[in-house]
């Protein structure tokens, strides 16, 4: 059944960019694109060998086509590298995913400028390196698909990790103003925003099984999402079957954060 819906999302011929793409959500979302049949590039800022495996994995499952970048997205230059790597090496760029981000906070009094820096500019300024560098090709070519993972923090706010909740309310208004910005080029813009994910970033907070408990009391599924709860609707996001939605904000928390 899930091999006949993901058929029926084709995106063979499509060439996809997903930051972030070594691990967790990002890897998860290289994965699909290319189970749906995308050549897939995925960047990476240090591990190697996580990149090095999901570009494997990709090939051995999937057949597809796959490639890995080194480069921080905190720095334009390195957003371009990754794009123009992957429109010389096929030719063409279709979708990109925003994904690379961190998850790191503490008491607002308590946050240096330096790790205020460093979450706004991989979370925000990392999206628009991004964009900024893949939307003359997608305008050029009259059509694509940007997805952009944001939170639930972007959408109400969370305690303690303040710098992080502002930089995914930025992406979420960076979403619907690209959006808008886009349309008339063939382009749509949305973005998805997860709950609580099982990944390395958020293993560490779950640690403790009382927390971890204290969580799933708060999502009316029942359970906190997998990567692949979160990769599949990009999937549909980056289909045909989407082509008429775009600066939406699709929630992907099991019911817990309930916004319009």
């Known amino acids: 059944m899930r091999q006949a819906a993901?058929?029926?999302?084709?995106?063979?011929?499509?060439?996809?960019?997903?930051?972030?793409?070594?691990?967790?959500i990002g890897r998860a979302?290289?994965?699909?694109?290319?189970?749906?049949?995308?050549?897939?590039?995925?960047?990476?800022?240090?591990?190697?060998?996580?990149?090095?495996e999901t570009v494997a994995v990709i090939?051995?499952?999937?057949?597809?086509?796959?490639?890995?970048?080194?480069?921080?997205?905190?720095?334009?230059?390195?957003?371009e590298h990754l794009i123009h790597t992957a429109i010389e090496k096929h030719g063409r760029l279709d979708i990109l995913v925003c994904n690379a981000g961190v998850w790191?906070?503490?008491?607002?009094?308590?946050?240096s400028e330096e790790l205020w820096d460093r979450v706004i500019d991989v979370n925000l300024k990392g999206t628009w390196t991004v964009c900024r560098a893949a939307v003359p090709s997608l305008?050029?070519?009259g059509w694509g698909r940007i997805v952009i993972i944001s939170s639930t923090a972007g959408q109400r706010g969370e305690a303690y990790v303040s710098n992080y909740a502002a930089s995914k309310?930025?992406?979420?208004?960076?979403?619907?103003?690209?959006?808008?910005?886009?349309?008339?080029?063939?382009?749509?813009?949305?973005?998805?925003?997860p709950g609580w994910v099982e990944t390395e970033m958020t293993a560490r907070a779950f640690?403790?099984?009382?927390?971890?408990?204290?969580?799933?009391?708060?999502?009316?599924i029942g359970r906190i999402a997998s990567t692949d709860d979160v990769a599949l609707p990009v999937i549909f996001l980056c289909s045909e079957w989407a082509r008429h939605i775009t600066g939406e904000v699709l929630?992907?928390?099991g019911g817990s954060v309930l916004c319009g």
Do not use: M, W
């Open 104 to 111: 790191e906070g503490a008491a607002v009094e308590e946050i």
């Open 251 to 253: 929630n992907v928390n």
């Open 139 to 141: 305008k050029r070519q």
């Open 6 to 24: 993901i058929a029926g999302l084709n995106l063979k011929g499509r060439v996809a960019v997903v930051t972030g793409g070594s691990r967790g």
């Open 59 to 79: 090939k051995r499952q999937y057949g597809a086509e796959a490639s890995a970048v080194a480069g921080d997205v905190r720095d334009l230059s390195g957003a």
């Open 29 to 52: 979302v290289a994965e699909r694109l290319a189970e749906a049949g995308a050549a897939v590039i995925i960047s990476y800022q240090s591990d190697e060998v996580a990149a090095e």
């Open 169 to 193: 309310g930025g992406q979420i208004a960076f979403t619907k103003s690209l959006a808008v910005e886009l349309a008339r080029h063939g382009v749509t813009v949305n973005a998805v925003a």
């Open 207 to 220: 640690t403790d099984e009382s927390f971890r408990q204290s969580v799933e009391s708060t999502i009316p």
